[in-house]
């Protein structure tokens, strides 16, 4: 999947500090283990880390559109263009001559070709930055849902950019400073739009192009949700969505390297696995598809169902597994795993911000890890509730008509807003004015039809929150713990293909026999067990083992010294609130109870201290 830094000056002469911007890009090693190249010139730098996926030999990067020709376009570029075939053939038929079989060189070409716009030709997940020396632009790209991260910090002269923080923070131009709103993004469970945290660092919005010159930068967007009518009855749209699953998940079967699934044992994934496999039978390849889960040792003895888990996941993981006759390997995982100094390091260091899942992080990491072992590149279920309607805030009447994000209604119901109140930050740090303003903010971009009303135009509203906030948050977590293991995540519920026909069909038809993802459930009938088909949608899971909420309480009375980071935020007194409440009361619930604050000032603190953090209240 790779990594991306670079450096843009229009006064200094650059070539003097390429070991800054070497300094840049090594930060992102992890994402680009095969390789690693920089391209100098006086006034820009761009830097690559390279996964090496498709092409492995021609593919290196930065990729100059004229070899040994420093007066031509260059790109650095991350993530895969599912499409690049057909570019390819189309750029051929133009006169564009290729020297090698990569995607990248597509992309330069297609620049080359088409300017500038060219990005709406793609399909897939993508962040690069193209420096055209004949105009002396910069221009950062982002694909459409945002799978791939690019961020960017404007200085006095010029602009500095990464794939993560970190690559920017290694400059000494960039501060780690964290004011107000930065801490605000952090607690609310927002994640909204362009915001980094670090004050004066952005992240590209996705779906746009940032465009830098000697006379400032601009934004321009490429692509957005538009709402349309759906003119197709049920049974066509059944047939649709399954035809559009079948032929996305076959483009991203295409790689060099041995690529295999992610499988919870939920609707979501298993429909990419079995739909992977039946892609790599009808392609003739004889080696089953690998498929990993992720459980906890005793987690089926101690399961109790609540509001977000219905029941463990692994049964249905087997029986999926079985069925589409895939290779299953599960990565079972105890609390001396998830608690590992180790791997609590590596997921602060991979995510540049204090975790917000816990446990989740931490064993995704895990077993991204495993994966790697035996593989380059996974597929995952992720984006699918989002688009079908498969949280429990889309069916929980009062969530529904929450004026507020959604999301945020289980973490009231679990504990997670009561335990920031009980510490004093939610209303400390605005919270509720914040999420008010960001919510008022995030409605009015919501794309309208003219003449829906009701239930349904609520009901488009809260499709478009998720789609454009909160399925951020969660590609951002997948793209983190992933790389941080060296290993490409692909997304197929995030085609924009398949979101522009989703996002535009009735919510009636969503929910057409009255249970959550009807209409993903309907496409994936005869192709799945009905097992799965018909079992409650769960979150990723998360430990109810007692003794880990134990473990997190003693990390927190280690972190009650006198002048430690977190009382910049909280009181002893305040977190004394959290740890006089019994052992079990943090048991259940994951990213939405009071066990995640308990996490999340822990790792503050880490952060504060791992990354020299400035916090300006």
Known sequence: MCGLAGWVSFQRDLTAHSDIASAMTCTLECRGPDAGGLWTSPRAILGHRRLAIIDLEGGRQPMAAVEDDDTQPVITYTGEIYNFRELREELRALGHEFRTSSDTEVVLRSYLEWGAGFAERLNGIYAFAIWDPRTEELLL???????????????????????????????????????????????????????AVFRGMHEVVPATTVRFTRDGHSVTKYWELKAAPHTDDLETTIAHVRDLLEDIVERQLVADVTVGTLLSGGLDSSAVTALAAKALAKQGVEQPIRAFSVDFTGHDNRFETNMQWADPDTPFAVEVAKRVGAEHIIVELDNED???????????????????????????????????????????????????????????????????????????????IGALRDVGLWDRLGLTEYVKDRYTQALEEVPRLEGESGFEERMRERTYLNLTRWENFLLD?????????????????????????????????????????????????????????????????????????????????????????????????????????????????????????????????????????????
């Open 338 to 416: 998830v608690l590992d100094p180790e791997v609590r390091a590596t997921v602060l260091r991979a995510q540049d911000l204090p975790v917000s899942t816990g446990d989740m992080e931490f064993s995704l990491l895990i077993l991204c890890r495993a994966l790697k072992e035996r593989m380059t590149v996974a597929l995952s279920g992720e984006a699918a509730d989002e688009l079908f309607g498969g949280y429990t805030w889309f069916h929980d009447k009062e969530a529904v008509e929450l004026d507020s994000f959604p999301w945020h209604h289980p973490f009231e119901k679990l504990g997670g």
């Open 477 to 617: 977590r997948k793209d983190r713990m992933s790389m941080a293991a060296s290993l490409e995540v692909r997304v197929p519920f995030t085609d924009h293909r398949l979101v522009e026909y989703v996002y535009n069909t009735p919510w009636a038809m969503k929910s057409f026999d009255g249970r959550e993802k009807s209409l993903l459930r309907a496409a994936m009938r005869g192709v799945l067990p009905d097992s799965v088909l018909d079992r409650k949608k769960n979150p990723y899971p998360s430990t109810q083992d007692r003794a880990y909420e134990i473990a997190l309480r003693e990390k927190v009375e280690g972190i009650l010294i006198e002048g430690a980071p977190v009382f910049q935020l909280v009181s002893e007194a305040d977190i004394r609130k959290l740890l006089d409440r019994p052992v079990g009361s943090y048991a259940v619930g994951g990213p939405w109870s009071a066990r995640a604050v308990l996490e999340r000032l822990i790792e503050f603190n880490t952060w504060v201290t791992e990354y020299d953090v400035r916090v300006e209240l």
């Open 141 to 195: 790209i982002r694909d459409r849902m945002g799978v791939k991260p690019l961020y960017y910090y404007p200085t006095a002269d010029g602009v500095l950019f990464g794939s993560e923080p970190k690559a920017i923070l290694a400059h000494q131009d960039a501060e780690a400073v964290v004011g107000p709103e930065g801490l605000k993004e952090i607690f609310s469970i927002v994640k909204t739009p362009g915001h």
